[in-house]
Every structure is written in structure tokens, then in C-alpha cells.
């Protein structure tokens, strides 16, 4: 898939119900507690019809661990919006792409914390909810490091290869994550609708 991408992360087009969206994860988190440890909740099932609290933390990183144990479990079993975010804009940004999303969460980095350097089975779609300036992706092995600002704006970021997230600030960060699959549509879906931030 890197054969087709200049850069790991592509910004996309500016999603237009973000201020809903923003207030909407926020009502999300004022209900659902960050409360795993994961610092992670669930948007996305695997069976439509669960509307246990369970179901919060259902696709959450344990689940990540689990899968190493049981690699039948895939990212895109988690495919069902949660049925209690029916008419949100989470339903919204899910569905205003012309591809699927799988195993949606909203992701909480607290402050001066990373990630080890990993790699995931698929790429991701993120939509920063809250961030700030010193909120960077990190590429190592090709030194890139990329902040990408709360604008309404969606980017598509290459996770199949290593990568870290640091929230080198003094501040909660919050992005909303999906996971999608990088197929020709979506691949031509980048190309044609994403632009790359730093151009070099
Ligand atoms: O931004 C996050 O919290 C997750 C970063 C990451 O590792 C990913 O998107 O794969
Ligand atoms: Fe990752």
C-alpha cells in the first residue's frame, strides 16, 4: 500500500457537521467514563443489537492484546454503530465517507504520554476532537512528525508501518479513530481528496 502514498498521513475534506460532532463526543465522554484504563471508549460493535454498557469497551486496546492470543479476531468485526449513538453526529461522520469505518473509538491521550512504536493491521481514519500544537504523530524510520489540527478536517494516516502518538502537551487530547481497509476505492478516494500538509 505504501507504494501509493507520498507521505504517511493525507488531510481530507473538512467534515461539515464538526461543531455537532465535537459537542456530541463531548456529551459521549460526559456519560461514558474513560474508565478501562485504556483510555478508549467503543463506538462500533460487533453485534447491532447490544445496548449493554459493556458494549463501550468492547473493541477497546485489551482487546488489541486479546488478539495476539486469538488472531481470528479482526479489527472489522466491530462494524455495528453502537445502537444508543443512533442520530449523532459520530453516525454521521461514520457514514459521510464512501467506504465503510470498522472499530470507531474515541481515543483520550493524557498528557506527556506516548505510545510504544507499533504497527496496526490497517490503516486509520482520525478526526481530532480536541488537540493543540505539541499533539504529533511520529514516524521514525522516515523521521516524520506531524500534528494534525482540530479543524473539522479528517486524515487518513498509514498505520501499517511504525508509528508512535505523543501528547507532548500539558492537555487532554482527544481524537475520534477508525479503522479502514486500504482498498482501491479508498486508495483513489486519498489520492483524489487528500492533500499532504508538509509538502517537501
Ligand atoms: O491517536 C491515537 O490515540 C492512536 C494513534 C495510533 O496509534 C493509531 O491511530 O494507530
Ligand atoms: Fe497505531
Not at 495476539?68 to 457514514?95: C, R
Not at 496496526?120 to 489540527?149: G, Q, V
Request: glycine residues 4%.
Amino acid at each position: 500500500m505504501q507504494e501509493y502514498f507520498k507521505r504517511p498521513i493525507y488531510k481530507l475534506p473538512v467534515f461539515n457537521n464538526f461543531q455537532k460532532l465535537v459537542d456530541d463526543c463531548n456529551q459521549l465522554i460526559k456519560e461514558v467514563p474513560f474508565k478501562n484504563g485504556l483510555n478508549q471508549i467503543s463506538l462500533q460493535l460487533k453485534d447491532p443489537s447490544d445496548d449493554s454498557d459493556k458494549g463501550w469497551y468492547e473493541s477497546t486496546g485489551g482487546q488489541i492484546v486479546n488478539k495476539q492470543m486469538f488472531p481470528s479476531v479482526f479489527e472489522d468485526v466491530y462494524s455495528h454503530l453502537n445502537p444508543k449513538l443512533k442520530g449523532t453526529a459520530i453516525e454521521e461522520w461514520l457514514n459521510s465517507f464512501g467506504f465503510s469505518l470498522f472499530r470507531a473509538r474515541l481515543m483520550l491521550m493524557y498528557p506527556r504520554t506516548c505510545y510504544s512504536i507499533h504497527k496496526d493491521p490497517y490503516p486509520r481514519i482520525h478526526i481530532p476532537i480536541i488537540t493543540n500544537m505539541w499533539c504529533m504523530m511520529c514516524y521514525p524510520e522516515s523521521k516524520i512528525m506531524e500534528h494534525m489540527p482540530a479543524t473539522g478536517n479528517s486524515y487518513f494516516v498509514n498505520t501499517t508501518i511504525p508509528h508512535t502518538m505523543m501528547n507532548a502537551s500539558t492537555l487532554n487530547r482527544i481524537h475520534l479513530v477508525a479503522v479502514v481497509k486500504p482498498t482501491k476505492d479508498v486508495i483513489n478516494y486519498v489520492l483524489d481528496n487528500g492533500v499532504l500538509q508538509t509538502q517537501d
